[in-house]
């Protein structure tokens, strides 16, 4: 998902999928970060909250998510 996306899928559901966590399921998008990394770079990442537990919030990368 690139951050123009974002904005508009904010508050809405989004499907976060990660193959190497074995996660694939659906979540609210609460937000967006943005982040300096070590080498000076900027770079996006979305909170998600879980759908089923209204207490539960994830960090994670913003490509790992899409739009429902």
């Known amino acids: 998902m690139e951050i123009s996306e ?4 904010l508050g809405k559901r989004v499907r976060f999928k990660d193959g190497r966590l074995f996660c694939d ?4 998008l ?4 943005i982040r300096l990394s070590e080498r000076g770079k900027f770079y996006y990442e ?3 909250q879980d759908t089923m ?3 539960s919030v994830s960090i994670v990368g913003l490509d790992k998510l899409t739009r429902n």
């Open 25 to 28: 399921g659906e979540y609210i």
């Open 53 to 55: 537990q209204q207490n």
């Open 46 to 48: 979305a909170e998600i």
């Open 30 to 33: 609460t937000g967006c970060i």
């Open 6 to 9: 974002a904005k508009a899928a």
